[in-house]
Structure formats: C-alpha cells, structure tokens
C-alpha cells in the first residue's frame, strides 16, 4: 500500500449538506496530487424486519432523477452529539413509524471512496412496534412505506438501485439462509 498525507483542503463550495473542494495529498515518493473530494458529515441506515416482513421505504430521488427509489430507512448525522444508534432510532419513528426491542450494528462502509468521505453505519432493527402518530418523515420528504414480504426478498433486491439498500438487504438475505 502507498501512504499518504493529506498537506491541504480547500472548500470551494458549501450547501444545506455538503462541502465540495479540493485536496493535496503527499505520497512515499514526495509526489503530490490535487483530487477532488466532497465531504459529507456521514450516515446509518436500518434493516428493520420481523417474521414476515422487510420494512422499506419508497422515495422520489432527484438528484439522481429517479422518481420512485426503493430503499431501507436512512438518515444523516446532522446532529454532532446525536449517537448513531439514537440516530437510527430516529429514522426509523420518522420514516416507517417503527421503533425496535433489538438493535444490532451489522456493519460500516463508505460509499463512493473515490471522490467521498460518507461512511454509514448499518443496523439491524428486530422487534418493531408500531409508534404512536406513525411516520413523521421531514418536510422534504416524500415517503412511502412498503412493507415487503420475507418470502419475496430477491424481489426486493432486483427492485432496488440504491446502494445502502443493496448491501442491507444482501446481508438479509445472507442472515435468513444462516437461520
């Protein structure tokens, strides 16, 4: 492996959730390449399922101009001090109407390394009830919530695009065939 240090960071540019820039990073061999970056403050996402069902959401993406995403509860770290798991209970009150007996830390990734520093948190949600009110998803959201059926999870993995979503359901998958 080639190490490096990073000798500087420059925000060009900053919005409601990201800062996009540039970075100077010095190799072993003294060479040193600019690369561009965006930072973001980082993420979990939960697997929330029970005995019959996977419980996902459905979303309007437009950034990537999608306008039906099928997708597992996800939330921001855009509180500091919030922990990740009190994060992730967050989430999944707002965003399916669930809170969870069992929470897991299933594992950590980043995910796109080559131009971004978000790194997310995966979860494991399991004995849900309901919250009392429901969802209360944020103002610029637009959810539905899809619960979708454990007997059919390879339909739910051909029917998503969204990476985090993958990886979660993937593991699912792989946790309900270990029994």
Do not use: N
Request: charge should be negative; charged fraction near 30%.
């Amino acid at each position: 492996m080639t190490a490096f240090r990073t000798e500087s960071s420059d925000v060009q540019w900053q919005g409601r959730l990201l800062r996009a820039g540039q970075e100077a990073h010095r190799y072993e061999d003294d060479s040193v390449h600019i690369h561009d970056k965006v930072w973001h403050p980082g993420a979990i996402t939960v697997v929330p399922y029970d005995d019959r069902h996977v419980w996902l959401v459905r979303q309007p993406r437009p950034a990537s101009g999608l306008t039906s995403c099928l997708e597992i509860p996800a939330g921001k770290r855009d509180r500091a001090d919030e922990a990740l798991l009190d994060l992730a209970k967050r989430e999944l009150a707002e965003e399916i109407g669930k809170e969870a007996d069992e929470w897991r830390v299933v594992t950590s990734f980043y995910t796109t390394p080559g131009f971004c520093d978000e790194h997310i948190t995966l979860f494991a949600a399991t004995g849900l009830r309901d919250v009392d009110g429901g969802a209360t998803p944020d103002d610029d959201e637009y959810l539905e919530v899809v619960p979708w059926p454990l007997e059919d999870l390879a339909g739910a993995i051909d029917a998503t695009v969204d990476g985090k979503t993958l990886i979660g359901l993937l593991w699912l998958a792989r946790e309900l065939r270990r029994g």
